[in-house]
Structures are given as structure tokens and as C-alpha cells.
């Protein structure tokens, strides 16, 4: 009789890496996700082995990473569940490409204000040297090729690696990711893991916790972390809905100590007695303004408030707009916050070139396809309203010989990633999305999005055309408008004016601009931020344009929540 081997050891042999299981395979930018981690995201199926680097080939201790054994999953010598092993090829198929990546445009960032509010906030840096980040995340910085910070991460770091809080609105594409990702990472490394008796069980208990409102985000916030713990002994896992949950139990089960996910799927492995939150030193809430206006309100307050969650734990929230009813809200989870703005809060990259066209309902179409012919290369992003106009128009495009594929919420989760791949990898170049597509997705070489039907509010519009000009790179957005839109006039009119975009004479003409008034939700008009720290009271806070490496304080406009004052800094 053979001997028995345990279902989690029958893949554990040399050689190449067997074939992963359809439904989980996703790129994130130009770096493949594979890697010495497998891919531990919910959709597929199941990690990869490599050899003796294979976290299920056996090798835990020395510098081994974490086996598993009949007890459950071993964790390496630092505490945590990811290998600390180097992989030739995991390690080529993660950063091999990002040594060739279009990359970010830094000069681009130069002159773009920072402004900070709340107690004793840390200075700003200029270098990744200068933040003092753990050896073994500066390890992995530098393998993908990232020579300096974005303006995001050059406070998000230092106000991180000080214990602070922070509520950062940074523009989109401008690196808001790494941003919270550094410092939750270079923490770890250096505090460890809570330690818990757990009295065995199933239980899974991550140090780290990161919530996206969608599942397109939680994939991509995966991706990047999987990058940035490569060789640090931290593992990352990913769960969400869609995807088979039996699977993800199982990612679980082999050890976990970064957890990204969306709060359903989230508060229903909580409720089958599956994740436990009493280890989590690190919580971030991504897009956090959406996770909080779309509904997503009570499951946050029951993860953070009626679980075992520890309330001294470190408390970061991101996003691209944050206004001020937002923050009220939000300031619930958050003990003596730095607030941080980075650019204009909500406005769009100035790499955008935004153009408005007045355009009727039965004309889209055809301007759609005499705009498509003009195309010679590049993807193309085209967001419509409802999901039956989505199936509509890759349908009218399709047939019109142009290679169409499209993403929304009545779609599966195996037919949005497949959509997805399809457009990233360019074999349709045009992707029709409700906004289940305008937050999270970063995808390389989208020139244009096209707003074939506009939303409901300006800051949806910021988030959609956010899909291109990413990272310093240029892009265009161009939006169809008529009568229907006339709520959005006016605020489309004053970010038009602010990012020195041309504003069409009908603009005006639709009767909703007057000139005076309160401006954007939740922000002051005329402010190259666009809203400030709530606590500051309107009154506080100013911010200048120093030029180059320049901190100048001011005294802040108090009104309560620790608002004492306000630095502001142009990089």
C-alpha cells in the first residue's frame, strides 16, 4: 500500500510549477503575479510550487519560509506565514518587466502642493533612503525599479512609520497604494506579529487588514502587495465575492498575515468562525469615501467596532476624493489623524487633457465610431450608465468590426476577469464599464476614456477619467454631454477652469453654472485642494506654493478633533 500524502503536500515535488486552474490569473500593470507566494487570491486555483521554494514543499525554518504541517501552517523565523527564500523565476516574472516599465514621469510632480493638518506631524522626505523603511522592504523597492516617491508617499511614509493615523487624499494615479502599503509593510517587519493564543482551530488571524469596495481593487491591492512582500516572510491573501469560497478557506488555512478584502465577503468568513481580528496591528480602508457612501457603512462598523478588532491599532484611509460629511464619518475610526492632501482633493491629474462635447442621445453612437476610427493604437475605456447599455454598445461596436469586450455587476467573476485580461493584454482594446470599473482599475496604455453617458456627480467623473493619465503619463478623456447632465454643469465647468482645461461655450448655456456659490461637494471652489480637513472649520489651514523642498507652518483654524495647524508644501 502507498504511503498516505496529504492533499497539501501531493504538488510539493521539483521541477516546473504545475498549471494553475482557470479563473484566477490577473495582471497587474506590467508585473505578472506569480511568485513564490502562489497566487493566494480567492478566484483561483490554489498557490504555485517551485521546487524547494514551494511554501508547501516542506524547508520551514533557517531562512525557509513557513511550511505546514498536521497542526496547521508553520510560521518563519520572524513570525509570520510568507518564504523569505529567493526565487530566480517568481522573482522574473514579478519585477522582470518593471526594469522596462514606461514608468512614472517625476517631473511631472514637482510643483504639486502637499498640504498637512493635525498634531505633530512628521516632515516630509525626498528619498526612500531618507524614510528609514525595513532592509528587507528597501529590498524590494528597489527590485522594481522605483528610484523616488511620489508626493503621496513622501509624508504617507513617515507619517506611517511614526504610529500615526492618517486620512490622505491623493489624485488619482498619483501612488496612493504604495503609499499605505510601505508603511503597513515596513511595520511588521519591524514590530512583528501579535501574539496570540489561538488553542488551534481554523482560525486565521492576519496582523494586517486591508479593505477595497470592490473586488477589481482588492485584486489589484493584491497584486502590488504580493510585489512588495516578496522576500519579507509576510504573506498576503486576498478574499472577496465572486470567487469560490471553499478556496479561499484553503488560502486561509495556510497561513495568512496581510488580508485584502471587500467587506461582504469579509464579515461572512468572520461569521463562519474563519478570520479572527484581535491580531490586527494595521487596518486600511482604500477608496474609503466610496466604501462609505455606497452603503458599506454598517458591515465597517461592525468589523471595527463590534469584532475583536484591538482599538490601538495604527488606522489609515485613502482615497482620491474625501468630502467633509465623508470625513466626518470616517474620523469615527481614526485616534488623533494627520489629514493629508496631495494636490487638488478630487481633481483630476493634470496629465488628462479633458474635452466636453455636446452630443443627444440617438448621436452617441455614431460619434462614438466616426471617434473610434481615428484611433491607431492604445486602449480605450468607455463608461455608459446601465448594465443593459453595456451589453448594447459591445454589441452595436462589435459588430461594426471594432474588438469590443465589456465588464458589470451582472457579469461573473470568471467573465470580468476574463473581459479584464482580454483588454490589458490588447486583443479587444475597447472595454464598455459601468462604474463597477471607475475606481481601482490600473491598467498600462489606456489613452482614452470616453464618457459615453456621464454620472450622477462630479466625483465619479474624477475617478473615471482617473483610469488614464495614471501615474504622470498623459492620457485624454473625452465626455458626451446634453440637457440630461445639467446637475453636473456647473461643478465640470469650475474643474475645467481649475486644471486649465478649455470649457465650452454650452457649458454654460445649460443654465446651471451662475458663477458665486459653494463650488464642488464638500470642498471651498477656487482652492487648488478643493476641500480641507474638516476640523479646521473652513477657517484654517492655508496652503503655499514654496517651489522645491520649502515647509512653511502656519496656525491652524482649530475647531476641535486635534486640528492645531496646517503645513502646507509644493514638491
Not at 466636453?356 to 442621445?361: F, L, P, R
Not at 450608465?385 to 471594432?402: C, I, P, Q, Y
Not at 482645461?501 to 458663477?515: I, K, N, W
Amino acid at each position: 500500500m502507498s504511503k498516505y500524502v496529504p492533499p497539501h503536500m501531493r504538488n510539493a515535488g521539483g521541477g516546473d510549477a504545475p498549471p494553475r486552474s482557470s479563473g484566477g490569473s490577473r495582471n497587474f500593470s506590467s508585473a505578472p503575479t506569480s511568485s513564490a507566494f502562489g497566487d493566494r487570491r480567492g478566484g483561483g486555483g490554489g498557490g504555485d510550487s517551485y521546487g524547494d521554494n514551494s511554501r508547501f514543499g516542506g524547508g520551514g525554518g533557517g531562512r525557509g519560509g513557513g511550511g505546514y504541517s498536521s497542526r496547521g501552517p508553520t510560521k518563519n523565523e520572524y513570525g509570520f506565514y510568507g518564504s523569505l527564500r529567493e526565487d530566480p523565476r517568481a522573482e522574473q516574472r514579478i519585477f522582470g518587466e518593471a526594469k522596462s516599465t514606461t514608468g512614472i514621469n517625476f517631473d511631472n510632480y514637482d510643483d504639486i502642493p502637499v498640504e498637512t493638518s493635525g498634531m505633530d506631524i512628521p516632515e516630509g522626505i525626498n528619498t526612500f533612503e531618507e524614510a528609514n523603511i525595513h532592509p528587507r522592504l528597501m529590498r524590494t523597492i528597489e527590485r522594481s525599479s522605483f528610484t523616488r516617491p511620489t508626493p503621496v508617499q513622501k509624508y504617507s511614509m513617515p507619517i506611517g512609520l511614526a504610529g500615526r493615523d492618517m486620512m490622505a487624499c491623493a489624485q488619482t494615479g498619483s501612488g496612493k497604494t504604495g503609499g499605505f502599503l510601505f508603511p503597513t509593510i515596513s511595520m511588521m517587519l519591524s514590530n512583528g506579529p501579535i501574539e496570540l493564543e489561538t488553542f488551534g482551530g481554523r482560525k486565521t488571524f492576519p496582523t494586517a487588514l486591508i479593505l477595497a469596495p470592490t473586488r477589481e481593487l482588492a485584486s489589484q491591492i493584491y497584486d502590488e502587495a504580493i510585489k512588495f512582500c516578496y522576500c519579507t516572510g509576510i504573506q498576503p491573501v486576498c478574499v472577496y465575492g465572486g470567487a469560490n469560497v471553499g478556496t479561499q478557506l484553503r488560502e486561509l488555512e495556510r497561513g495568512c498575515d496581510l488580508l485584502v478584502a471587500t467587506p461582504g465577503r469579509l464579515t461572512d468568513l468572520i461569521e463562519r468562525g474563519r478570520i479572527g481580528l484581535a491580531g490586527i496591528n494595521f487596518l486600511v480602508l482604500d477608496e474609503a469615501d466610496r466604501m462609505l457612501d455606497m452603503g458599506f457603512e454598517p458591515q465597517i462598523r461592525r468589523i471595527v467596532e463590534q469584532e475583536d478588532m484591538p482599538r490601538d491599532r495604527q488606522t489609515f484611509m485613502f482615497s482620491a476624493t474625501f468630502p467633509k460629511e465623508i470625513q466626518r464619518l470616517a474620523s469615527d475610526f481614526l485616534d488623533n489623524y494627520v489629514f493629508l492632501t496631495v494636490g487638488r482633493v478630487g481633481s483630476a491629474a493634470s496629465d488628462i487633457t479633458q474635452t466636453v462635447e455636446y452630443v443627444e442621445g440617438p448621436d452617441k453612437t455614431p460619434f462614438l465610431i466616426r471617434f473610434l476610427n481615428t484611433i491607431e493604437a492604445g486602449l480605450v475605456l468607455v463608461f455608459v450608465e446601465t448594465k443593459r447599455s453595456a451589453d448594447s454598445l459591445e454589441h452595436t461596436l462589435s459588430v461594426e468590426g471594432f474588438p469590443t469586450t465589456s465588464i458589470h455587476g451582472d457579469r461573473s467573476q470568471w467573465e470580468r476577469e476574463e473581459a479584464l485580461q482580454s483588454f490589458r493584454s490588447g486583443r479587444t482594446p475597447i472595454l464598455v464599464a459601468t462604474d463597477v470599473a471607475a475606481r481601482g482599475l490600473d491598467i498600462s496604455n489606456v489613452l482614452y476614456v470616453i464618457n459615453y453617458d456621464m454620472p450622477g456627480n462630479i466625483d465619479d467623473y474624477v475617478h473615471r477619467i482617473g483610469r488614464t493619465g495614471r501615474a504622470g503619463n498623459t492620457g485624454t478623456a473625452i465626455s458626451l454631454i446634453n440637457e440630461r447632465n445639467a446637475n453636473i454643469a456647473r461643478e465640470l465647468y469650475d474643474l475645467l477652469s481649475e486644471n486649465g482645461q478649455p470649457v465650452p461655450d454650452f457649458l454654460v448655456s445649460l443654465g446651471t453654472y451662475r458663477g458665486g456659490g459653494k463650488g464642488r461637494r464638500g470642498g471651498g471652489g477656487g482652492s487648488k485642494f478643493g476641500g480641507r480637513d474638516y476640523r479646521q472649520g473652513g477657517g484654517g489651514g492655508r496652503d503655499r506654493q514654496t517651489g522645491g523642498h520649502g515647509n512653511t507652518s502656519y496656525g491652524g483654524g482649530g475647531g476641535g478633533g486635534g486640528g492645531g495647524g496646517s503645513r502646507s508644501d509644493a514638491w
